[in-house]
């Protein structure tokens, strides 16, 4: 079992940036493709962005993309979401969650919630205009 715990979120003005940090609890969590998903009062939760276990590869809606960066430090167990040029639209309710796969298959959809197999309790992120 892996527990994950988002971090980072907050109030922030529009054009402002942030943070959100995703920890997890085991050392499997190297191995495992992890993605950002937000969720705005009244929508659905959307696929943000997603990496693969090395980093290699990442993965970007196009609502962030040019604004948003993931990444991970394996040692830390941590993945990152550095998100910049933030806007009111941004403000939602962002969850990590980890694939117990390394990368994403043929056939495995990254932007699915499905995908998943564990999730963490989310970080409030509110963008004021």
């Known amino acids: 079992q892996v527990q994950l715990v988002e971090s980072g979120g907050g109030l922030v003005q529009a054009g402002g940036s942030l943070r959100l940090s995703c920890a997890a609890s085991a050392r499997t969590f190297s191995s495992y493709a992890v993605g950002w998903f937000r969720q705005a009062p009244g929508k659905e939760r959307e696929f943000v962005a997603a990496i693969t276990w090395s980093g290699g590869n990442t993965y970007y809606a196009d609502s962030v993309k040019g604004r948003t960066t993931i990444a991970r430090d394996n040692a830390k167990n941590t993945v990152y979401l550095q998100m910049n040029s933030l806007k009111p639209e941004d403000t939602a309710v962002y969850y990590c969650?980890?694939?117990?796969?390394?990368?994403?298959?043929?056939?495995?959809?990254?932007?699915?919630?499905?995908?998943?197999?564990?999730w963490g309790q989310g970080t409030q992120v509110t963008v004021s205009s």
């Open positions: 969650a980890a694939a117990r796969q390394p990368t994403f298959y043929t056939g495995t959809l990254y932007y699915r919630r499905e995908t998943y197999d564990y």
